[in-house]
Every structure is written in structure tokens, then in C-alpha cells.
């Protein structure tokens, strides 16, 4: 897979994504919210808050940098961010969809998190919805895992050789 493509494929899941926040929103499901809390609690989830939009610029800067090829973005760093997404959206899709199925087994009654389904929902019984939104959340995370974890493997590829051309006869492969 050529660069442009993979980030096409990360752009176009990153705006998958940013749309699902405003279907989530217009449909009544909440999201964490300061004004909620109190104390210490307020104020980790304003850091969550402001974490949470640094990765989302990053997230929509990093597969436009692959895309257009812009050098104020080194391929080095495009290389990190595609990994540390690549990372952050797998384990937080994987360990949702696992919590989910361990819960809904019986396996663990609590799930990974220790959390009742009356907890993780705010309801005993959640509504058709609810969990629907859940679960799609859930896959959403793990596909931008792996498509972010291709478009490194797309940035790796690419990477100029580090073996000096005396050793091999040619020239390094460049960008």
C-alpha cells in the first residue's frame, strides 16, 4: 500500500469516526462532562478533554501529511503518530469489545472494567441503542487500530534505507 493511500484510508476513517461523535451526540448519549464533576474529578476530566482533542488533531494531521506529503510533518514523526494510533485505538476497542463479551457470557458478571451493565449504562436495562452505540464505538476503535497500524507498516516500507550504499552497491532508497 503506497503512502497516499494509507492516508487516505486513515482520513477516511478518521472522518467516519468524527461523524459517529455527532450521530452519538444528536441521539441523547452522553459523554463525559466537567460541569458533572467535582474536586479532582473535574478536573481529570478536562485533562481527558484536552488530551482527547490533541489526539483528534493529530489524528486528522497525520494521514493529510501522508496524503499531500508535507515536509513540516517528518515522515519520522507521521511514523510515531500512525503507531501510537495504531495502539491507543486497538486497546481501547480491544478491551471494550472483550469487556462487552466477558459481560454478556457471565464469565465476569462485572467485565474487565468492574463495572455492572447498570453502571456502564446508567441503566439496568439500557436501551437497544445504547448498546448498539457501544458496540459500533467499540468496532470503530478496533478498525482505526488496524488502519493505522497499516498505514505505519506503509510509512515503515517507505523509510530511506540506513545501510550505506558502500555496503550494498546502491543508492539509498529515497521518499
Known amino acids: 500500500m503506497t503512502i497516499r493511500r494509507a492516508g487516505t484510508a486513515a482520513f477516511v476513517w478518521v472522518t467516519g469516526f468524527l461523524l459517529w461523535h455527532v450521530v452519538w451526540a444528536l441521539t441523547g448519549l452522553s459523554m463525559p462532562d466537567p460541569d458533572h464533576q467535582h474536586g479532582s474529578a473535574r478536573v481529570a476530566v478536562q485533562v481527558f478533554t484536552a488530551l482527547v482533542w490533541v489526539m483528534t488533531a493529530v489524528g486528522v494531521l497525520t494521514p493529510l501529511a501522508m496524503m499531500r506529503g508535507w515536509r513540516w510533518f517528518p515522515s519520522r514523526l507521521?511514523?510515531?503518530?500512525?503507531?501510537?494510533?495504531?495502539?491507543?485505538?486497538?486497546?481501547?476497542?480491544?478491551?471494550?469489545?472483550?469487556?462487552?463479551?466477558?459481560?454478556w457470557l457471565g464469565v465476569l458478571p462485572r467485565g474487565l472494567s468492574g463495572l455492572t451493565t447498570a453502571q456502564v449504562y446508567g441503566t439496568p436495562h439500557p436501551s437497544w441503542w445504547a448498546v448498539t452505540a457501544g458496540t459500533v464505538t467499540d468496532a470503530l476503535f478496533v478498525s482505526g487500530g488496524v488502519v493505522f497500524g497499516l498505514a505505519a507498516r506503509s510509512l515503515h516500507r517507505s523509510a530511506p534505507s540506513t545501510v550505506p550504499a558502500s555496503r550494498t552497491g546502491h543508492r539509498p532508497v529515497t521518499r
Request: overall charge neutral; hydrophobic content about 50%; aromatic content about 4%.
Open 78 to 103: 507521521q511514523l510515531a503518530a500512525c503507531w501510537a494510533g495504531c495502539a491507543l485505538l486497538g486497546l481501547r476497542g480491544g478491551t471494550g469489545v472483550l469487556d462487552d463479551v466477558v459481560r
